[in-house]
């Protein structure tokens, strides 16, 4: 039987699961980017370990960083060979409350267009200022796996 592990309000995720959660701002992910900045390359932050799912927020917060088109195609690329290799499904979840408060005529691609498994969250709290309100929904494609 799987174990659960409380990550925190009321979440659980199955032990025997890896999710990759990669903030920006912490300091073994600056570490790696450090390490291959003028490469023009992507972190693999699974390294190596069978994920499962991977979670994005693009535009990010608090940084505000919007993935792309090419940072997409290269993130989706590495997810479908890693996919390919270990022979399980990786999904990527893309958290999108932020897509309409990108400015200067920055336009947030739409990750689906570049990934199947991807699922997509989005909430209204921020787009309609409602903090603390929790109205939005998941997009899943059909080309979902599973």
Known sequence: MARLINIGFGNVVNSQKIVAVVSPDAAPVKRMVQSIKG???????????????????????????????????????????????????IYLISDEPYRELAYDGVKVPYLTKYY??????????????????????LVMPDALDG
């Open 39 to 89: 490469t023009r390359s992507l972190i693999d932050a699974t390294q190596g370990r069978k994920t499962k799912a991977v979670i994005v927020n693009t535009p990010n917060n608090p940084t505000g960083v919007v993935y792309s088109e090419e940072t997409i195609r290269k993130m989706a690329a590495i997810l479908e060979k890693k996919t390919e290799e270990d022979g399980i499904s």
């Open 116 to 137: 199947d498994n991807t699922i997509v969250g989005y909430s209204f709290s921020k787009s309609l200022s409602l903090p603390g309100e929790r109205i939005g929904y």
